[in-house]
């Protein structure tokens, strides 16, 4: 069983669907261990949080780009004596472009942050859960990594379906030991994510019923993992979409994939 106040980590959590994990775990009364690259953001989210929920918050901040990111984050959590009970990870973004337009750097940075870093806290993360025999791990993928992925962003779809099988594996190997692992994959969420790929003008000329607010998937991403689900995709358009992508051809779906792009993604195609 968890502490009477299980402790929840957060990557990316100074905004978007961070952010809302953040508020909707304190309201459950978790403490928190926040980390993201921007202090000022985490501290002051901590003070809100502890204010409001009368919680114990943690502010680390690390860049998850670094690779040895996730070593130092837990060797910090470790000598403050310091478990974790869920693991939130939502640490993202999107690199505009085709592949061949961006840098090498740029791209290992992305793998790095989207796929290394998720894949090794989990790792040196889950131990501690299966001991205690409980354990809660969230990564955030996306309805992107189970639907062909469009010209553009091209790592994007790639490393979503990546955390997806990953976590349905992960989740039956750890079934019988208390410990739930959950691959969220919501569609098109309000955050910044747009604004920092640049893609904002486009996606504000979607229909609203496209969309879901950040602490609607958090709160959806809760109720999936204690339930024990491998995978959610919360929305019932997102599940629509997702049944109806399944269902048609492939050479059909990746057209419609590639047509569709031009509406949410800067390209030259």
Not at 1 to 9: E, F, I, K, V, W
Not at 33 to 38: E, F, I, M
Request: hydrophobic letters at 40%; a positive charge; one cysteine or more.
């Amino acid at each position: 069983m968890p502490a009477p106040r299980p402790r929840s980590l957060i990557t990316g959590a100074s905004s978007g669907i961070g952010r809302a994990f953040c508020h909707r775990l304190a309201d459950r009364g978790h403490d928190l261990v926040l980390t993201a690259r921007r202090t000022q953001r985490l501290e002051a989210l901590a003070i809100v949080l502890r204010e409001r929920s009368g919680i114990e918050v943690t502010v680390l901040p690390f860049d998850l780009a670094d690779p040895a990111t996730p070593r130092l984050l837990c060797d910090a959590l470790a000598s403050q004596g310091v478990q974790i009970d869920w693991l939130v990870n939502n640490a993202g973004y999107g690199v505009p472009g085709t592949f061949a337009e961006n840098d090498w750097h740029t791209h290992a940075e992305f793998l790095q942050v989207l796929l290394t870093a998720p894949t090794e806290l989990a790792w040196r993360l889950l131990p501690g859960m299966r001991e205690r025999g409980y354990g809660r791990i969230i990564n955030i993928a996306s309805l992107a990594g189970l639907v062909p992925a469009p010209p553009g962003h091209t790592l994007y779809a790639a490393s979503k379906s990546y955390l997806i099988r990953f976590s349905q594996s992960l989740a039956l190997e750890n079934r019988a030991s208390g410990v739930h692992v959950c691959a969220l994959c919501p569609g098109f969420t309000w955050s910044e994510f747009h604004d920092v790929t640049g893609t904002r003008d486009k996606m504000d000329r979607l229909p609203g019923f496209m969309w879901l607010s950040a602490d609607e998937v958090a709160r959806q991403g809760i109720e999936a993992v204690e339930r024990g689900d491998a995978m959610h995709v919360p929305g019932r358009v997102n599940r629509t979409i997702k049944a109806l992508i399944q269902l048609m051809p492939d050479r059909l779906a990746l057209a419609l994939s590639a047509r569709q792009a031009k509406r949410y993604r800067n390209t030259k195609l």
